[in-house]
Every structure is written in C-alpha cells, then in structure tokens.
C-alpha cells in the first residue's frame, strides 16, 4: 500500500511538473517495476491464505505445512514441481531436500539463482503420503491455485520438472520422453518440458539431457528478456 501511495504521488508530480523537476525515466520505470512487484505478492499472498485454509482433499488433513511457493514475484522464470517432499512438508518451502540442492547447481550454472528472477512451486502444495504420485482427483482441487500464481506472476517461460507437472499443464496423457524437447505454450506463456531433479539423483545418467534442456532454458531467457 505505501508503495501504491508513493507511485500515485510521483506520478502527479510528473503530470504537473514533467520529467525535469526530478524525475527521469529510468526513476518511473523502476517505480512501475516496484509496483508491478507488490501488486502481485499482495496477490500471491492471498492465494497462500486460501491455500492455508483449503481442505478439498484428504492432504490437507494429514500436511505438517502447506508448500505454497517461494522466490521473485516478479520472475522470468518459473519452475513447478509435481509435489512437495518430507523436507518440504516439514519446512513450508519448496525443492529444499536433495533434489532442490541438485537444481541450486543447476540454476548457478545457468546464472540464475532462486531468489533473483526465478518462482519456484508444485502442482500440488501438500506432500502426498509416502511421497507417492499425487493422484488426479488431487491435481483437480489444487490446479486451480497453480493457475492463478501463473496468472499473477507472468513468467517468460514455464519449466515443468517431470512427468505429473507435465501432463497437468498440457492436459496430455504422454510420457515424458514423448512431452520433453518441445516449446509448447500454457496460457500464452511459453512452456518447457524437463526432468525432475529427483529422477536424476535416481538416474545419473539422464544429467546430460537434463543440462541440454537447461542450456536451451538459458538461450531462451537471454533471447526473449
């Protein structure tokens, strides 16, 4: 809100006075980003706060934590998972167990880190039972609110991380094989296909192809920011 006021402010002054009194351009535009910025964690906060209180399926009955999201609300790039983890569920923050400290490296080594112009999330925002796959009847009650964090945060490009993120985006019934190397589009936002950093703690060998998409990832934001 006072963010909001600033900006309301500013912009009257600029109105009257033009950009000499003491404003220049690159002054608005960073004003515009702030606002931008705020306007959408003041969004993304109030999907959390529904997210807190849902109880659509039996997950939210048995969670310790709630795995909403984490990192710039103003991102470039998003990355979701299919669904939180031991780790996850016992600390509210998404991808910070094995697989997350594997996809650390990974976003380094395309000079990205999480906090900085990447959002990291689920498709589902409670941890499964015994990590299971989540089952469709729970991708239908918590899509919704993936929806909306796509709708407020705008990425330039969406990185699916597996097969069940996959499959929920593009409302296929493919394998990965089949769904990976491809852009597709997901609400007009482009949408990449990879694999999920535990399936390559799980199968090393499958870290070549995982870099290969990564680099694609990497040329693709340099090219279209």
């Not at 997210?51 to 997950?59: A, E």
């Amino acid at each position: 809100m006072k963010n909001d006021k600033i900006y309301e402010y500013l912009t009257k002054v600029k109105e009257i006075y033009g950009d000499n009194l003491f404003l220049d351009s690159d002054i608005v535009k960073n004003l515009n980003v702030v606002n931008h910025k705020t306007h959408v964690f003041d969004n993304l906060s109030k999907i959390k706060n529904d997210v807190s209180n849902c109880l659509k399926c039996q997950l939210g009955k048995v969670r310790k934590n709630i795995v909403f999201g984490a990192g710039d609300p103003n991102a470039d790039l998003m990355l979701i998972g299919e669904a939180p983890g031991e780790k996850e569920d016992e600390t509210g923050e998404p991808f910070v167990g094995r697989a997350g400290v594997l996809l650390d490296k990974i976003l380094h080594l395309i000079k990205l880190k999480r906090t900085s112009k990447v959002y990291i999330t689920n498709v589902i925002k409670c941890r499964p039972q015994n990590n299971r796959d989540p089952l469709p009847s729970e991708v239908e009650k918590c899509e919704p609110y993936l929806m909306k964090q796509i709708q407020h945060i705008r990425p330039k490009l969406i990185v699916a991380l597996g097969k069940v993120a996959g499959k929920t985006l593009l409302k296929v019934d493919m394998s990965l094989k089949e769904m990976r190397g491809n852009l597709y589009e997901y609400e007009s936002i482009p949408l990449y296909i990879t694999y999920h950093p535990a399936a390559l703690l799980r199968n090393p060998n499958l870290k070549l192809q995982a870099w290969e998409d990564f680099k694609f990832i990497k040329k693709f934001l340099k090219d279209n920011i």
